[in-house]
């Protein structure tokens, strides 16, 4: 229950910056190696006639793709310098599938949110990755700078994956100032649930987590709504929750607490499966 690696997704057509600056700063924080992903597909499509037309890469396309590679690793590797271990990793196809492949060598990974525009060639589906990459994501928006760890929400349901996640963020919870562990819910299920939060908070407090309180609120609207409310009331900088708790078809269909945290959370999401 440690960080020993972390990777973090580099795009390749859109200004991401602050993501890296972001994943260098935890890396130096846990003392971990930092590894940098970057895919894009060579396969660029047009419109034509409402048909969607894929031609041919060229060698050129080839050579361009491989020169972009090599001159943001080299960035990458000069701004990681500093840390313990950097490593870069790029592959021509979609990034999502280079991400769930090359998961197995890191202990989280950093993705941006969920993005509209599926024609961009270097877009990443976060649901995607926490659904088949067996590691915990950390969402980061786009616009952030370091992460204080002053006050973490722990978003709870008696569930398999909320327990997974607890116990894959313990090396943030150790970190982090004070947790408030909350669990959004029905009136009929109050009795049960603050018993849940009883055993999570002393779970937490066994691992040298510091637990200030814990918050049951009966759901009033949307279950995501009302957990983000509670964020930015209680100035949080970081949420740890459970994703996918039910069929990926229905977070879809219906939304689902993990798609608006995926798409919308304005701090940090630290996700598993």
């Known amino acids: 229950m440690s960080i020993a690696a972390i990777m973090v997704h580099v795009d390749v057509e859109r200004d991401c910056e602050q993501r890296v600056q972001f994943a260098l700063d935890l890396a130096d924080r846990f003392q971990a190696a930092l590894i940098g992903v970057a895919g894009l ?7 034509a006639g409402g048909v969607v037309i894929y ?44 991400i769930v492949r090359e998961a ?7 993705v941006g949110p969920t993005r509209s525009g599926r024609n961009v060639r270097d877009l990443v589906e976060p649901g995607v990755i926490l659904l088949r990459a067996g590691r915990p994501v950390l969402v980061v928006p786009d616009v952030i700078g370091p992460l204080p760890l002053r006050r973490v929400v722990v978003a709870c349901k008696d569930a398999r994956e909320c327990r997974r996640a607890v116990r894959d963020a313990l090396p943030f919870l150790r970190e982090a100032n004070e947790v408030l562990v909350v669990e959004i ?8 649930d603050k018993r849940n939060l009883a055993d999570i908070r002393r779970y937490l407090t066994r691992h040298g987590v510091i637990v200030a309180d814990e918050i049951w609120k009966r759901a009033r609207g949307p279950v995501a709504t009302e957990l983000l409310e509670l964020v930015r009331t209680e100035q949080a900088d970081l949420i740890v929750s459970g994703g996918y708790g039910h069929s990926r078809l ?24």
């Open 185 to 192: 819910g029905e009136e009929d299920s109050k009795s049960e």
């Open 104 to 110: 197995r060598a890191a202990d989280v990974i950093l």
């Open 250 to 273: 229905g977070e879809w269909i219906f939304g689902g607490v993990t798609q608006e945290l995926l798409a919308s959370s304005p701090v940090c999401c630290m996700l598993s499966h």
């Open 41 to 47: 597909p060579l396969r660029p499509a047009f419109a």
């Open 55 to 98: 031609r041919e890469p060229t060698q050129d396309d080839y050579a361009a793709a491989t020169t972009r590679f090599e001159e943001m690793g080299k960035k990458f590797c000069i701004q990681g310098q500093a840390l313990r271990s950097v490593e870069w990793r790029t592959a021509l196809e979609l990034p999502t599938d280079l």
